[in-house]
T-cell receptor, first 114, second 116 residues
Framework: AQKVTQAQTEISVVEKEDVTLDCVYE???????LFWYKQPPSGELVFLIR??????QNEISGRYSWNFQKSTSSFNFTITASQVVDSAVYFC???????????FGQGTELSVKP | DTGVSQDPRHKITKRGQNVTFRCDPI?????LYWYRQTLGQGPEFLTY????????KSRLLSDRFSAERPKGSFSTLEIQRTEQGDSAMYLC??????????????FGPGTRLTVL
């Protein structure tokens, strides 16, 4: 069975601080995909990034960066110089290659205060 | 570029009533998914379709829930004899899958159901 764990339920930072959201996953499949989604207060899930299990390159997109490490089954997300607009719930998710459904973690609620 | 749309955005109903939600996927997407999200939790998978075929249903989908995608385009999710425990956000997503190509699931704005 697959599982995604986001141990941090809530994080509160002050604007311009860096923050890392942790994600640990479990699967026995060798081919899988990992995702991060953002859910602002409006409720819509917004896709941020996907990674396949064969691509361990870290990714940077503006203030966002992702660190994928198969050795520790982790896919962590860092926001550099956080802004108030980053306040949202962030979800990590997993899908196995032959599957259809996304398995989500419980989410981390990030609050960035001015 | 039209995203996934859902209707209605909000629904308030009394216990025991039937409700139906609609989802229109991104036009070229062949897969359509339904998830349910309760407060403070991540979305949980309910069911998904590839074209008009329903390929998987979660054990969460009791006999009171039924989903259809008759022409492989839009989908409906019906809940019969609603219960207070059905109160949740119902999310729809779509993606394109073909052979080895597996695209990202894009989500709609959701339908928030409140059962009184």
């Amino acid at each position: 069975a697959q599982k995604v764990t986001q141990a941090q339920t809530e994080i509160s930072v002050v604007e311009k601080e860096d923050v890392t959201l942790d994600c640990v996953y479990e699967t026995r499949d060798t081919t899988y995909y990992l995702f991060w989604y953002k859910q602002p207060p409006s409720g819509e899930l917004v896709f941020l990034i996907r990674r396949n299990s064969f691509d361990e390159q870290n990714e940077i997109s503006g203030r966002y960066s992702w660190n994928f490490q198969k050795s520790t089954s982790s896919f962590n997300f860092t926001i550099t110089a956080s802004q108030v607009v980053d306040s949202a719930v962030y979800f990590c998710a997993l899908i196995i290659n032959q599957g259809g459904k996304l398995i989500f973690g419980q989410g981390t609620e990030l609050s960035v205060k001015p | 570029d039209t995203g996934v749309s859902q209707d209605p955005r909000h629904k308030i109903t009394k216990r025991g009533q039937n409700v139906t939600f609609r989802c229109d996927p991104i036009s070229e997407h062949n897969r359509l998914y339904w998830y349910r999200q309760t407060l403070g939790q991540g979305p949980e998978f309910l069911t998904y379709f590839q074209n008009e075929a329903q390929l998987e249903k979660s054990r969460l989908l009791s006999d009171r829930f039924s989903a259809e995608r008759p022409k492989g385009s839009f989908s409906t999710l019906e809940i019969q004899r609603t219960e207070q425990g059905d109160s949740a956000m119902y999310l729809c997503a779509s993606s394109f899958v073909s052979g080895g190509r597996r695209d990202t699931q894009y989500f709609g704005p959701g339908t928030r159901l409140t059962v009184l």
